[in-house]
């Protein structure tokens, strides 16, 4: 199922979304689109687009903290035309690489409900059925890695999730596993640049490409 930006098989998040245009009348305030190359060699998988973040901007990881090594990252390493992610209109290409959530819309208190995950799985599914053979999944966090296994088909208990863990799905790609580039994880040390840089090395590596 393609993405659909009108969707509306969430009721708790259409009625949330409705709130946040009422409230915040210039944010994007609907479902946030996939960004990047459309046949990528990389899919970065994240939970779900931040209140005043992906939810305002219309971008995936654009105007909210986890962005910011994020897309310092994706620049340091190839991927991108330029260190960071400001608005729509900024220019940023990815070279190789898309940028997706588990679940396109804000949810409250940034937490999705396992019915909205699943309602969800469809649009990742049909991303996932796009990429090329030989492309690298990244999944920051155990919600992105729960719904990348689920979309491909596996049980939840197929692969464990681990910081750094490399997974062979026998659909042709390689899921490579990170904790997320939140606020709480960067601000506790829980993920460190060096940390989130050593997952990027590794996918460098699984790509074939040079950095």
Do not use: W
Request: with cysteine.
């Amino acid at each position: 199922m393609k993405f659909n930006i009108d969707c509306n098989r969430c009721p708790r998040l259409v009625s949330f979304l409705a709130r946040i245009r009422r409230d915040y009348p210039g944010y994007h305030g609907r479902p946030v689109p996939s960004f990047g190359d459309p046949d990528p060699d990389l899919l970065i998988v994240g939970l779900a687009p931040g209140l005043h973040g992906a939810n305002a901007t219309g971008r995936p990881f654009t105007g909210d903290y986890a962005g910011i090594l994020l897309y310092s990252t994706l620049y340091e390493f190839g991927f991108s035309s330029r260190p960071d992610s400001i608005a729509l209109d900024d220019g940023l290409r990815l070279y190789g690489c898309r940028i997706t959530n588990a679940v396109k819309c804000v949810p409250p208190e940034n937490k999705p409900s396992g019915s909205e995950v699943n309602n969800c799985n469809a649009y990742l599914r049909a991303e996932l059925e796009d990429l090329r053979k030989g492309a690298v999944i990244l999944a920051l966090g155990t919600v992105a890695h729960g719904a990348v296994l689920r979309a491909l088909g596996l049980p939840l208990t197929a692969y464990k999730f681990s910081h750094g863990a490399v997974h062979a799905p026998e659909n042709g790609t390689t899921l490579v596993d990170s904790y997320h580039c939140s606020r709480y994880n960067t601000q506790t040390g829980r993920l460190t640049p060096a940390m989130f840089h050593e997952v990027f090395r590794q996918v460098v590596r699984l790509t074939g490409r040079t950095a």
